[in-house]
């Protein structure tokens, strides 16, 4: 696996992934498909403070991951939001651990002291695959969100640099 700094050329590959997600899951809340310059928006508005970087495994594109702010507001500035995102066909192989090591390593150089991941209730997969690396579960939203005619919870986890 290699996880590479993510390029212009690279967005469509990863605009697809996002959008799978987006048409088939509560992973995302999105209700509707991304275009380029969303995706950009939404996973790398400040490239100065923030990362989002490219997964390849035999040189073919497989995920993305990134660190966001968590809030615009200065005092939160040693916090950022943390996403990973995989084909559907390279989930549940063992990649996740390996990418989420390398944005905390990222997290840490960069001096944020706070890691934190939003995820659908629902989601039990994500929040396992969180608890299962040190995240503690930091809070709970009932009905935050409205995704397929339903009503969803998400749930907070956090882990400290």
């Known amino acids: 696996m290699v996880i590479s700094v993510s390029v212009t050329d690279e967005i469509p590959a990863l605009v697809d992934i996002y959008n799978h997600y987006v048409r088939n ?12 310059k969303q995706f950009l928006d939404a996973f790398y508005a400040d490239k100065s ?3 989002l970087h490219t997964v390849y495994v035999d040189d073919k594109i497989i995920g993305f991951c990134s660190l966001n702010p968590f809030n615009k507001k200065e005092a939160y500035r040693r916090s950022a939001y943390i996403s990973i995102y995989l084909d ?7 990649l996740g651990r390996d990418i989420l090591k ?3 390593q990222q997290a ?5 002291r706070s890691l934190i991941a939003l995820i659908s ?6 929040c396992s695959f969180f608890e299962k690396n040190g995240y503690l579960r930091a809070g ?3 009905q935050a969100g409205e995704k397929f005619g339903r009503l969803l ?6 882990k400290l640099n």
Request: glycine share 8%; net charge negative.
């Open 25 to 36: 899951t509560t992973v995302t809340f999105n209700t509707q498909e991304v275009d380029g």
């Open 49 to 51: 403070k923030y990362t």
């Open 88 to 94: 559907p066909s390279s989930t549940g192989k063992g």
């Open 102 to 104: 390398f944005l905390e």
């Open 108 to 112: 840490m150089d960069m001096g944020y």
């Open 121 to 126: 209730k629902e989601n039990v997969t994500s």
């Open 140 to 142: 709970e939203l009932r």
């Open 153 to 158: 919870d998400v749930v907070y986890y956090q």
